[in-house]
């Protein structure tokens, strides 16, 4: 019922996404690694939540605590300076480090209100950490509690922050690689539609690596990469341009779904061509009919 040529194409081209994914991922992380992008991120993130973008206050003072930035030897004056900077920061630990620096481990919610006064300049965040101490009653505990609770929820925006940037290279990635390959999804998807039996030797394994998948992309004879009459057939038909620059943008932007995604997708539509899933995968809740 479903060894269908639609299913075939289906196929065909999650597999083709799934490679270009795999790709572009690979490329973006090694970027990320290299440029220091998460522990960029979190600095900055840090900076406008403690209202510090000069990094000259709190900001800096965080950074230089060994809750912090425990590999630093805690001089640091500029960002520049900064030794090592982590790419992850625990919220009980910011708060431990901020209570700290601010010197607001007092016994009673007035000694608390006045080592804010003395310590945190700004405003905004003198207001805020003032009424924490006031919802905390006074409590140690509490305070630290509220404290991470708040470095946590900003942590959010951060990660959303983050995650829109590698999203946005991952694309530019897989834009590039589309056009450099030739990999347009609509060419693709008619090849498959054309010749059903391109799709039937596709197979994908969970421990391949970005260029082994490629490399099982290009085995399969579909047309995809730059030849003589790829050249010609763009050169004489204006339309076929057209169609190939959307093609190449609609295999971008499937990288945006990453490689799980399509990598699950080719797994479910495999087990609707084939007999269903196993018992093992019935019980992990696994397979097409999970």
Not at 39 to 67: C, M, P, W
Not at 119 to 145: A, T
Not at 179 to 202: F, R, T, Y
Request: net charge neutral; proline share 4%; charged share 20%.
């Amino acid at each position: 019922m479903f060894n269908t040529a639609v299913l075939d194409v289906g196929i065909g081209l999650v597999f083709t996404f799934l490679a270009v994914s795999l790709v572009s991922s690979a490329v973006t992380e090694a970027l990320a690694s290299m440029l220091k992008w998460r522990s960029a991120t979190l600095l900055t993130g840090i900076k406008n939540l403690l209202n510090d973008h000069a990094f000259e206050g709190l900001a800096r003072s965080v950074y230089n605590h060994a809750l912090i930035n425990p590999r630093a030897d805690g001089k640091a004056a500029t960002e520049s300076e900064i030794k090592s900077p982590p790419t992850y920061v625990d919220p009980k630990q910011f708060a431990d480090a901020l209570i700290d620096v601010t010197k607001i481990a007092a016994d009673a919610p007035a000694g608390m209100k006045a080592a804010i006064d003395q310590n945190v300049r700004d405003p905004q965040l003198n207001q805020l950490l003032k009424g924490i101490v006031d919802r905390s009653e006074g409590k140690l505990d509490n305070l630290q509690r509220d404290l991470a609770t708040w470095f946590d929820s900003a942590m959010d925006r951060v990660g959303g922050a983050y995650k829109r940037k590698t999203q946005l290279c991952s694309f530019i990635v897989a834009l590039t690689l589309a056009v450099l390959l030739n990999v347009d999804s609509i060419h693709v998807g008619k090849a498959l539609w054309e010749q059903p039996m391109l799709a039937k030797a596709i197979e994908v394994k969970s421990g391949d690596t970005p260029e082994q998948t490629l490399a099982r992309l290009e085995a399969l004879g579909l047309p995809i990469g730059w030849t003589s009459e790829t050249s010609r057939r763009l050169g004489q038909n204006p339309m076929e341009v057209v169609v190939g620059l959307l093609g190449w943008l609609i295999t971008a932007l499937a990288t945006l779904f990453g490689a799980p995604f399509w990598f699950d997708s080719l797994q479910r539509f495999a087990r609707l061509k084939g007999s269903g899933p196993s018992p093992s995968e019935k019980k992990a809740g696994t397979g097409a009919s999970a």
